[in-house]
């Protein structure tokens, strides 16, 4: 039996059925808790809770729908023959089982259940192809996503003096420095300015495990913890709106000047992770999660074009050998340039409605010029780095090996691509009239509401010149581009820099250890050697054991 068959038919009717429910749900406007006792400590009671909400059930059901299609893309695209095939779907499910975990989680402790088995799974599913690439990847990706465990860990602690860790009952505690720990864990995970180098770095992943890291599990951990756990009234922050507004602006300037195709959509996965936490600390909390669910859309639909690509590509991800996709994989690049535009915010696709919803309410947040213009500033790189792609595979030349056959057919592979992308043009406006989004009236001028217009056409506009231009600038300027404007050297500088001014403060700590936790290691490693002399003698010690033992006791 094939099983990625059985699990893709199981996940996709579970996803109907979680979206039924959160319309009933939203409909009703209700919300369960189910509630299970673990341990009891004096006055602290620990509770297993999941929450039941419209919010939780509607992402839950985009979770399972993106995720069945990856498995029956997976199906062919790792080989369902293959004697590796049965680990890859087992640890797929294991991810997708802790992302469910974490989201139906109002307690800081299942959450944290939910947010280590992500880590350590997308550890696993990094380094799946065992190369030196990978499993430096992988550790570069696991290693920053600790650091936001180690927030967690802390609020955990600190939440004992509240009587619970039911997060969400705690609204009016959001004055405490416990709100600054759980927004720095949400960072690493959503890989915002300080921590973006695991994000590029764990496309050493197989392009299906990509796609599903990328869209809807493991960076939109994040946003989900931010989107739900916090009041409306108290998220406004214009240091974090920075943090939102200077990612989307880092990695779409890295994104035009990167040629791997799978790091270029990362890029764009980043920019659009800083939009939905810039719209979160302006105060959109609505806007922002109806943005995470239609970006999972057609974001993943990217992943999946792009795995075609590289499939019949002999694993190539190079743009410049991309030419003429047209040509030979006709339907696959027509899917491809649709979630591309959907990126963009091109006019009743899915991403427009969505973005323009967080564009057009940020202009009443009443900021300066200079964000302002940052922000369509920004709007407008995204279309420039998504021409690239379009450019490259519509309008430029086949560039690839002359003899080659490469060509469309209908497999699983097909078939997931061409469902989502039928989802990733409807999901957004499907979505707007289900959850009344469009219930706020906003009056503009008429240049104003245009302007986001203009961004997205002059964005396209020198998306198409760069392709023309030859090297204008230094070459310095396109190597700090393409490195992610040396990010990781600054991270590994800083790291030396702790470890350098806290080291004279930890030597002490030193003779702990050494009576402690190396000590008791080397007692016992000693006393099992002794163990196993003693066991593998004759019987004759056995004996006399026995007589020194009864001896002793009388």
């Known amino acids: ?84 095939c049965n680990r890859f779907l087992y640890l797929v499910l294991l991810f997708i089982m802790s992302m469910v975990l974490m989201v139906l989680s109002p307690n800081l402790i299942s959450i944290l259940l939910g947010w280590d088995g992500l880590g350590l799974v997308s550890y696993c599913l990094v380094i799946y192809y065992s190369s030196v690439v990978s499993n430096l990847s992988g550790m570069i990706t696991l290693l920053t996503n600790r650091l936001g465990d180690i927030g967690i860990l802390i609020s955990i602690g600190w939440m004992v003096s509240f009587g619970g860790w039911n997060f969400i009952f705690y609204n009016f505690y959001l004055n405490n420095f416990i709100v600054f720990l759980v927004i720095l864990s949400s960072f690493t995970s959503s890989a915002q300015a300080p921590f973006s180098c695991w994000l590029p770095a764990a496309m050493a992943a197989p392009t299906p495990v990509s796609s599903l890291v990328h869209s809807s599990t493991l960076v939109t951990a ?55 936490m810039m719209s979160i600390f302006m105060g959109f909390i609505d806007f922002s999660f109806y943005h995470l669910l239609t970006h999972a859309m057609f974001k993943s639909l990217l992943f999946l074009c792009s795995g075609i690509y590289i499939y019949n590509y002999m694993d190539n991800q190079d743009i410049r050998y991309m030419g003429g996709c047209c040509t030979f994989l006709p339907l696959t690049t027509c899917c491809f340039n649709v979630s591309s535009m959907c990126l963009c915010g091109l006019p009743f696709l899915s991403g427009f409605y969505s973005k323009d919803m967080i564009i057009e309410a940020s202009v009443f947040f009443g900021f300066d010029y200079v964000f302002f213009f940052l922000f369509y500033f920004s709007l407008g790189l995204t279309c420039c780095y998504s021409f690239r792609l379009v450019y490259y595979s519509l309008v430029k030349s086949f560039s690839f090996m ?120 080397l007692y016992l490693n000693k006393f099992s050697d002794f163990l196993q002399f003693y066991l593998s003698n004759s019987i004759k010690i056995f004996l006399i054991s026995y007589v020194l033992v009864f001896v002793f006791w009388l």
């Open 1 to 84: 039996m094939n099983k990625y068959l059985f699990w893709f038919i199981f996940l996709f009717v579970f996803s109907l059925f979680m979206f039924y429910l959160g319309l009933w749900f939203m409909l009703g406007d209700m919300c369960f808790f189910l509630e299970y006792s673990m341990m009891v400590i004096n006055s602290l009671v620990f509770y297993y809770v999941l929450i039941f909400d419209w919010k939780s059930l509607l992402f839950m059901s985009v979770v399972l729908f993106i995720s069945s299609m990856v498995i029956i893309y997976s199906s062919l695209y790792m080989g369902y023959g293959s004697f590796a």
């Open 222 to 276: 994040g946003v989900y913890l931010l989107l739900r756990f916090f009041s409306d009234l108290l998220m406004f922050n214009l240091i974090f709106s920075l943090v939102g507004l200077f990612t989307m602006i880092f990695s779409s300037f890295c994104s035009n000047f990167e040629f791997d195709l799978k790091s270029i959509i990362a890029f764009s996965t980043l920019s659009q992770l800083g939009l939905m």
């Open 402 to 521: 002359p003899i080659n056959c490469v060509k469309n057919e209908f497999n699983y592979m097909g078939l997931s691509v061409y469902f989502m992308s039928f989802f990733s043009v409807i999901f957004g406006c499907f979505l707007n009239w289900l959850i009344n989004m469009d219930m706020v009236w906003l009056f503009f001028p008429y240049y104003l509401k245009i302007l986001s217009f203009l961004s997205i056409f002059l964005g396209f506009w020198l998306g198409y010149e760069f392709n023309n231009f030859s090297y204008l600038f230094n070459l310095s300027y396109y190597n700090f581009n393409s490195s992610m404007w040396f990010m990781f050297g600054y991270s590994s500088y800083l790291i030396n820099f702790f470890f350098n001014f806290f080291l004279k403060y930890s030597l002490i700590l030193f003779w702990g250890e050494y009576y402690t936790s190396s000590g008791i290691l």
